[in-house]
Antibody
Framework: QVQLVQSGSELKKPGASVKVSCKAS????????MNWVRQAPGQGLEWMGW????????TYAQGFTGRFVFSLDTSVSTAYLQISSLKAEDTAVYYC?????????????WGQGTLVTVSS | SYELTQPPSVSVSPGQTARITCSGD??????AYWYQQKPGQAPVLVIY???ERPSGIPERFSGSSSGTTVTLTISGVQAEDEADYYC???????????FGGGTKLTVL
């Protein structure tokens, strides 16, 4: 069965970096896009962008350029989200979500979410 | 930047029909997707490509589209349907995806 398992919660100080992992299983990793979604405490869902798992080419949404980097290690079917120069406003749950159908917008499987807390 | 507009809240009694709308200029060109999120859980896809229902989603969930508005309809609402619902679609180019602000469905 398809599973996306994310790394555990992180507590970081402002200015530090964090790398969140999303390990896929139960399907061919390079056949589906991987999206990243942010949810700040008590707020809605925010699409951060996606990465083409076949080519490694990332697309970032407005507001997620510069400090945010999507990457892959296809040998272990894992996608990564790295955030640098962390700010308090980066405190949120971060989800990975598989994008299926031709458009890649059908997010049919989601990771369990990773809480990143940025606090001094 | 492109936006999708949803009502913040909808309330219905058990057994009634709930309708949640989502409006956006590009919706005549781009499919809409609906996600259900319960507290402390990851979202779940309930409708894709405007009106298709994934396997395992109850038949009481349906979707429709008319012009710049798409609608998620939940017929015979049950207490377990109480959740936040988000629409998702893309801008007219299809490049950038956006979520609506979310609608909290309350079952009275």
């Amino acid at each position: 069965q398809v599973q996306l398992v994310q790394s555990g919660s992180e507590l970081k100080k402002p200015g530090a970096s964090v790398k969140v992992s999303c390990k896929a299983s139960g399907y061919t990793f390079t056949s589906y896009a991987m999206n990243w979604v942010r949810q700040a405490p008590g707020q809605g869902l925010e699409w951060m962008g996606w990465i083409n798992t076949n080519t490694g080419n990332p697309t970032y949404a407005q507001g997620f350029t510069g400090r945010f980097v999507f990457s892959l290690d296809t040998s272990v079917s894992t996608a990564y989200l790295q955030i640098s120069s962390l700010k308090a406003e980066d405190t949120a749950v971060y989800y990975c979500a598989r994008g299926s159908d031709g458009s890649g917008k059908k997010f049919d499987y989601w990771g369990q979410g990773t809480l990143v807390t940025v606090s001094s | 930047s492109y936006e999708l507009t949803q009502p913040p809240s909808v309330s219905v009694s058990p057994g009634q029909t709930a309708r949640i709308t989502c409006s956006g200029d590009a919706l005549p060109k781009q499919y809409a997707y609906w996600y259900q999120q319960k507290p402390g859980q990851a979202p779940v896809l309930v409708i894709y490509k405007d009106s298709e229902r994934p396997s395992g989603i109850p038949e009481r969930f349906s979707g429709s589209s008319s012009g710049t508005t798409v609608t998620l309809t939940i017929s015979g609402v049950q207490a377990e349907d109480e959740a936040d619902y988000y629409c998702l679609s893309a801008d007219s180019s299809g490049t950038y995806v956006v979520f609506g602000g979310g609608t909290k469905l309350t079952v009275l």
